[in-house]
Every structure is written in C-alpha cells, then in structure tokens.
C-alpha cells in the first residue's frame, strides 16, 4: 500500500486508541476465536476495500480478510461481500475503523455513479474538485474514479486553474490568461529533462495529462508543461478568454441559455477548448446540463457531501 495511505489508517487507529479497548478486554480473555462479515444494507457501488486490508493488517497481522468483490463493484442490497477470521478482541478493536473508511468512500463511489448514469446518453463526463476531506483527497478521489467518474486536478501544481479572485487581482481575465501563458514556457525547455514520480494509478480528463496516471514528481515538476483552464461567469468573460486562448473554458455557475450560448461561441474557434460547467450541479439538474453539449462537469458535492452507504459488521 502506498506509504501515505498506511500513515492514514495507522492515525484513524491511534485515533480510537485500539491499544486499551476497555470493554473488549473485560468480556474476552484474548483467546477467543470468530469471524465477522460485511453486509450491505443497500445497493452500492464498493471503495475503501484496500484500507479495510491495512487496518485488519495493523491491528493484527494474524486476521484474515477474504473479499468476494472488490472496489468498483456493484454490490447488492443484502450481500455478504467480505469476512473476517480471528481473535474477535482484534476483530473488534479494527471493526469501526474499517467501516468508517468503507462507508465514506463506498458513499462517494455510489453518488458518482449516480451521476454517471443519470448523463449516460450525452458526452459529458462527471469529474470531482479539490473540494476534499483534508488529508483524504487521494482516498476520495480514487473513489470517484470507482464510481465512474474522472479526476480533476489532484493539487495546485497539476495545472493552472485562474479562478474569479485570480481574475479580480490581476485586473481582468485576460490579462491573468497571459500571464500563466507565459509561466507555462519556463516548462518547456526543462520538461523533456524531467522524468515523473507516477502517482496511484487514478483515471483522469482523456486529454489533460494522461488516462490512467499522473505523471508528476511528488515536488510538483510535470514531464509535461500543465494545461491552462480559466473560470468565466459571464458571456463577456467567455469572450475574452476565447480571444486569449485557453485549453479548457469553465463556465461557473450560469444559466443553461449562457452555458448554450457559450458552446456556441466555442464551437465556432479554430481550435476550441474543453468546456466545464460547475456550480450548482445536482441529480435534478445534470442531465439538462450535460444536453448543453459541454464536455466536463465538475461536481463538488461528490466529495464533499456524499453520504456515508449503510453497510453493516457482524462479528459471529
């Protein structure tokens, strides 16, 4: 497991201080053998089943966890998709941890998936934001990716991303597009020289680094000079940026007759950029959103508010 996700599950169990289970250890005499067993109590889409692995591994190399599915599975309401042997103080002190990870991020995989079906006949595609739980971004994100979504930008060095208070200090939108233009060549001389650490395989944008990896050292240096997105909130901001050239155009919360207006406008470039729509994006709306005709939909909410699925421990 990638070192920074151990670190995760070795704090979430120091955190619940598995050392001193005080009612384990006044009812068991630490002998006592059993297993238990994961039951979902709805239909979901599963992630988090390799954290559940590290912490059964850490509160005892001696449990035994065998999986019948695994993360990016469709599991039925009702299925017995994972057990657990051991000495049940160890099964016990690991139980909530466990379950914690799973629920949360089986949570974010089902929510994506919602999304994904719900624009399935259209070409958009439903992508997360940095809109994270801090310290689990890496987690959630994989978790979108087991729902069927795509990952946007991982961290502030994965790309440029001129946001409306960028916009608002450098005194217009295309004056902050020149300027990370002319950031970006300082890349292209030194790229051909770098070669990237891989993150986690996580599926990204087709298009904006790689589909499988991102090819970044842990520093921050690219292999290759990062793409160029700018946010627009209205038609004239959508102009601009057009004028200046950017490699994807984010539309950030308009109307759905801006948003047509603005694929229009884009349609009509040389060379068009990617265009994203953000900003008030919910099941009941992003169908409409995605008819628009734009490419990318970035939905915080996949992070930042999925609820936890209903999965249940058994310890028999």
Known sequence: MNPSLSQIVSLALKEDVITNDITSLAIFDGKKTGRGVFLAKQDLILSGINMVREVFHQVSPSLRLETSAKDGDFIKKGKVFGKVRGKVTDILRAERVALNFLQQLSGVATLTFRFVETIKPY???????????????????????????????????????????????????????????????????????????????????????????????????????????????????????????????????????????????????????????????????????????????????????APSVDISFEVM
């Open 123 to 305: 070409r958009a595609r439903i992508l997360d934001t940095r809109k994270t739980v801090p310290g689990l971004r890496m987690l959630q994100k994989q978790a979108v990716a087991h729902g069927g979504g795509q990952n946007h930008r991982l961290n502030l060095s994965d790309m440029y991303l001129i946001k409306d208070n960028h916009i608002a200090a450098c005194g217009g939108i295309g004056a902050a597009i020149d300027k990370a233009k002319a950031h970006r060549t300082k890349f292209n001389s030194r790229t051909a020289a770098l070669r990237g650490r891989l993150h986690p395989a996580l599926p990204v944008e087709e298009g904006s680094m790689s589909r499988c990896q991102w090819q970044i050292k842990a520093s921050g240096e690219h292999t290759r000079a990062p793409m160029i997105e700018a946010e627009a909130k209205n038609i004239k901001e959508v102009r601009e940026a057009l004028k200046h050239g950017v490699d994807i155009l984010l539309l950030d919360n308009m109307g759905l007759a801006q948003i047509r207006k603005a694929v229009s406008l884009a349609r009509a470039q040389q060379a068009a950029p990617l265009l994203e729509i953000s900003g008030g994006v919910n099941l009941h709306n992003v169908r409409k959103y995605a008819a628009t005709g734009v490419s990318r939909i970035s939905v915080g909410a996949l992070t930042h508010s």
